[in-house]
């Protein structure tokens, strides 16, 4: 039986190591902190077939621009980047075109509705216990300029094969009569599904051991050792570890892993916010406030959890308050019912999306190594796209036909 090791347990890594073991594999997940509260756990939990314009387009590169550097725009920018955020942006640049966009569009939908597949699988087989509601989302809108990219979207989505249903305010009204969300309108896509990320998690830690998946937490990888053409072991805080394959899912740590082998993987962190309340009166669909990049998550009995932020190369754990501020502004200007809430900093989860350069993520075997495989850079999708990487990733190293091709995913592109 092949021994393999996992480096990094956020939704990627676990999610890989279920596959992995179901298919026979000995497999140890390695993972630095206690499992509980990394990008992968407060996230806004939307699982978004939605989402299939890449994060490196031309209208993102546009809006970037225009707002990077104001301290309370949705997106920013590190002024002072390293020479690994000059490469990335540099690749960025390069990505953001109108062709890139047409190219990866079936690409993320199919990579995105095979997720959404596993995770109905899943949850009929009671494998996994957590909350999946399949409400679909909603994106909203105020100004009628936001209101005619949304449309432009939607058709564009409605041509992949989509179902979207364009809104007016009357429609948005009739799906929230509590909240009575002040918007001009908006896009309900069918296609997407919406889940509790932190019992997600939880659930696969409690499921994994019981499949035979051995844990080991509070375990650093700090090296990985190799001869010729093949890594051997890893070295971590807790002693080496010999393996047969290596998978790195370390999310925006996947740069420094992998810098061990002398490769550079062109992952940024582009940092967020969220924070949950008890919703003064209940919100019943998930929702993207499209003028100000805000995502709604209702979370089950009355809980709510708003987030947002997009802060590229910062990978630190600072709040930046003026962010924040912009996520409560925008939610009190879309929900009059939510109106001045006050955040404590103590209140407020960041996590750190590991952002590929091209919005595509990386999923395959490193070229210049016969046992090393990758999967990361999944940006603001990675819980979305975390069983479509798992099953991939274990039909590769399996030596099986994969269920998609894997050529747009390599990690040399
Ligand atoms: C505000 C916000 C909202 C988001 N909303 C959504 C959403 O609605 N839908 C969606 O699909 N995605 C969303 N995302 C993105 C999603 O959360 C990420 O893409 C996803 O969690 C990445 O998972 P991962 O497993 O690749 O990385 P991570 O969850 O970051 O896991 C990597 C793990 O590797 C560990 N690690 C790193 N280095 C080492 C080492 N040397 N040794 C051992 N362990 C190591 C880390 O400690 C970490 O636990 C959101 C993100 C943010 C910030």
């Given at each position: 039986m092949s021994k393999i090791v996992v480096v990094g347990g956020g939704a990627v890594g676990l999610f890989t190591a279920w596959y992995l073991q179901k298919k026979g594999a000995d497999v140890t997940v390695i993972e630095r902190t206690d499992m509980t509260d990394g990008c992968s756990y407060g996230n806004a939990g939307l699982i978004v077939p939605s989402h299939v314009i890449p994060f490196a387009s031309p209208e993102m590169l546009r809006k970037g621009l225009k707002n990077m550097f104001k301290a309370s725009s949705p997106v920013a920018a590190r002024m002072f980047p390293s020479a690994d955020l000059i490469h990335w942006y540099m690749r960025f640049l390069g990505a953001a075109t109108n062709e890139h966009v047409e190219k990866s569009i079936p690409i993320l939908k199919d990579l995105s509705l095979l997720s959404k597949s596993l995770y109905e699988d899943l949850k009929k087989s009671g494998d996994l216990d957590f909350p999946f509601w399949q409400k679909g989302l909603l994106m909203l809108y105020k100004s009628e300029k936001v209101g005619e990219e949304l449309r432009h979207e939607a058709e564009i989505a409605r041509k992949a094969g989509l179902n979207v249903s364009n809104l007016s305010a009357a429609d948005v009204h009739k799906l929230e009569p509590d909240t009575l969300p002040l918007v001009s309108g908006g896009v309900h896509y069918h296609s997407d599904d919406h889940l509790n990320p932190a019992a997600l998690m939880q659930s696969l830690q409690k499921a994994l051991p019981k499949l035979g998946v051995k844990i080991l937490t509070g375990c650093e990888v700090t090296d990985i050792l190799t001869e010729g053409v093949k890594a051997t072991a890893v070295v971590t805080s807790k002693g080496t570890i010999p393996f047969d394959e290596i998978v790195v899912s370390a999310g925006m740590w996947s740069l420094p892993v992998l810098k061990k082998l002398q490769v550079r993987v062109p992952v940024q962190p582009g940092k967020g916010y969220s924070f949950k309340v008890e919703a003064k009166a209940p919100i019943h669909y998930p929702a993207l406030l499209s003028d100000a990049n805000v995502a709604v998550t209702p979370l089950g009995n009355g809980l709510t959890q708003f987030g947002g932020g997009m802060e590229v190369g910062f990978g630190d754990m600072k709040i930046r308050h003026p962010r924040v501020q912009q996520v409560i502004k925008a939610v009190g200007e879309f929900y009059p019912t939510q109106t001045g809430m006050s955040i404590g900093d103590s209140e407020i989860w960041q996590g750190h999306r590991p952002c590929s350069f091209d919005g595509l993520p990386f999923i395959g075997k490193l070229k210049a190594y016969s046992n090393v495989f990758v999967g990361t850079?999944?940006?603001?999708?990675g819980v979305t796209l975390a069983p479509a990487t798992g099953l991939l990733l274990s039909e590769l190293i399996g030596g099986e036909k994969t269920s998609l091709d894997l050529n747009p995913f390599r990690i040399e592109r």
């Open positions: 850079g999944h940006s603001m999708m």
